[in-house]
């Protein structure tokens, strides 16, 4: 089945620096990509996706790039601010008519005023 | 619009005993998802309902889980007896149905520790 590894596990930058967070997943399969934000006490929540004919989205300070031949995607968070601080897990999803996420084992963001 | 609705929220218990959750989805979300998170580590699906219907269980521990989704809206996990092992949050989460890149709205989680 699919495996998807994230690091690094924790991460810790000033505010306005950027973050990046990486993930390596092993099925050529998987074909979506989302990242879900978890702030403390709450479920996770989607905040950027990517679809494997896509190779870089972009929504304001958040961005997702995907490379299919070496099977990794990045996020990209720039201009870091507090409210940015959660743990941030990476997943894929392989297209078999239903959605069945694998998720990484999430980033701890701690952005420093 | 209200989200996913779960609870408890917090739940002790004694290893041996029984344990309920309860899930109530996004109103028009026909796919409902029961997650598992371990301390430190990503959720992991446990069942994900079509309606009614589980059409995934393979990660579900049937000798001790148990879950229903009567009438297509709510949902019910239930654990008897409780291990220790089991202490983790459990999530909820639903989505429109047919969509296999939509988004997954999850609930805020059941934390149960089983003592």
């Known amino acids: 089945g699919e495996n998807v590894e994230q690091h690094p596990s924790t991460l810790s930058v000033q505010e306005g620096d950027s973050a990046v967070i990486k993930c390596t997943y092993s099925?050529?399969?998987?074909?979506?990509f989302p990242w879900y934000k978890q702030e403390l006490g709450k479920g996770p929540q989607l905040i950027i996706d990517?679809?494997?004919?896509?190779g870089e989205k972009k929504d304001q300070r958040i961005a997702v790039t995907l490379n299919k031949t070496a099977k990794h995607f990045s996020l990209h968070i720039t201009e870091t601010q507090p409210e940015d601080s959660a743990v941030y897990f990476c997943?894929?999803?392989?297209?078999?008519?239903?959605?069945?996420?694998?998720f990484g084992t999430g980033t701890r963001l701690l952005v420093s005023p | 619009e209200a989200g996913v609705v779960q609870s408890p929220r917090y739940k002790i218990i004694e290893k041996k005993q029984p344990v309920a959750f309860w899930c109530n989805p996004i109103?028009?979300?026909?796919?409902l998802y029961w997650y598992r998170q371990n301390l430190g580590q990503g959720p992991e699906l446990l069942i994900r309902?079509?309606?009614?219907?589980?059409?995934?269980d393979s990660q579900l521990p049937k000798d001790r889980f148990s879950a229903e989704r009567l009438k297509g809206v709510d949902s019910t996990l239930k654990i008897q007896p409780a291990e220790l092992g089991d202490s983790a949050v459990y999530l909820c989460a639903s989505s429109l149905a047919g969509e296999y890149t939509g988004e997954l709205f999850f609930g805020e989680g059941s934390r149960l520790t089983v003592l």
């Open positions: 997943a894929a999803s392989i297209n078999t008519g239903f959605q069945k996420l694998v």
């Open positions: 099925d050529s399969a998987s074909n979506y």
């Open positions: 990517i679809r494997s004919n896509v």
């Open positions: 109103s028009g979300h026909n796919t």
């Open positions: 309902y079509e309606n009614e219907e589980a059409v995934d």
